[in-house]
């Protein structure tokens, strides 16, 4: 299996649905991250999971709720989202983000549509 | 806060041509810095990494120097093919602590290579 996986890699929903996003991590790291990557804007960090814990959250809207249940996994659940909340969302991981030297190793994305 | 630029795409470029990617930062301490790149259709990947100055990174003909006196680490190299198109992000790491994981990034090059 690869490193980093995502599903779905594809999403469409509406602004009152509730949806989820999925992250898998098969490479035995410890933390986990979920970035926004928008058209001609830089990488945005969202959330941050060390251990199962949550160690960051750059101001992200409480319509992004993040949930780490272990180590391996890592979910985004969405809810009355914005079509401006359309993006790629990003996971990555990292052996420890006090030892890993910024090497985040990224999962190919899920795009999502809001319309 | 810190920043990363990077020079405006999209680069276009004929097969064998010499690149340059021109990034710059704005940091406080003495950061990690990293170019990370994306291929069509998947998520992010290392491509290089020096974590203090006068540092070369290198990796698959590609180098960059990490300059502190300019604040700079350009992306270079010699003879570029075309399977080397690509988004090519710049990106650096806070020192210290627990915040290597958490990366920032450029708003990212588009590269494309013609036969």
Known sequence: ETGVTQTPRHLVMGMTNKKSLKCEQHLGHNAMYWYKQSAKKPLELMFVYNFKEQTENNSVPSRFSPECPNSSHLFLHLHTLQPEDSALYLCASSQDPDSSFGELFFGEGSRLTVL | GNSVTQMEGPVTLSEEAFLTINCTYT??????????????GEGLQL?????????????????????????????EKGSVQVSDS???????????????????????????VHP
């Open chain 2, 86 to 112: 690509a988004v090519y992000f710049c990106a650096l790491s806070e020192a210290g602590g627990t915040s290597y994981g958490k990366l920032t990034f450029g708003q990212g090059t588009i590269l494309t």
């Open chain 2, 47 to 75: 491509l290089l990494k020096a974590t203090k100055a006068d540092d070369k990174g290198s990796n698959k003909g590609f180098e960059a120097t990490y300059r502190k006196e300019t604040t700079s680490f350009h992306l």
């Open chain 2, 27 to 40: 940091a406080t301490g003495y950061p990690s810095l990293f170019w990370y790149v994306q291929y069509p």
